[in-house]
Nanobody, 124 residues
């Protein structure tokens, strides 16, 4: 069983940067695609970014494309989300998730392991 733990959230001013980390333990998730989702207060959880096992293929939501970068270190069993040019609308609880297979996907249904989330708050 894989356990995922996010870290790196916090409070930042608009225009600032944060880097989120997601570390897996228990069993490697290096053979699976992985992704980041977020949920703002009063809204449904939404897809942010996803990456294939070797990091060759990535996918981003339009709202973060060009500002966020997803990456992973299989040696460290860790995935990252570098967030630049942050906006107040990026404020949310950010979750990492491991997919059931190796293909990049935006569907929550395709992910079966989730972290507890890390809060990102962007002030204007």
């Amino acid at each position: 069983q894989v356990q995922l733990v996010e870290s790196g959230g916090g409070l930042v001013q608009a225009g600032g940067s944060l880097r989120l980390s997601c570390t897996a333990s228990g069993r490697t998730f290096n053979n699976y695609a992985a992704g980041w989702f977020r949920q703002a207060p009063g809204k449904e959880r939404e897809f942010v970014a996803a990456i294939r096992p070797l990091g060759i293929s990535t996918d981003y939501a339009d709202s973060v494309k060009g500002r966020f970068t997803i990456s992973r270190s299989n040696a460290k069993n860790t995935m990252y989300l570098q967030m630049n040019s942050l906006k107040p609308e990026d404020t949310a609880l950010y979750y990492c998730a491991a997919a059931k297979g190796p293909l990049v996907t935006r569907r929550e249904y395709d992910y079966d392991r989730w972290g507890q989330g890390t809060q990102v708050t962007v002030s204007s």
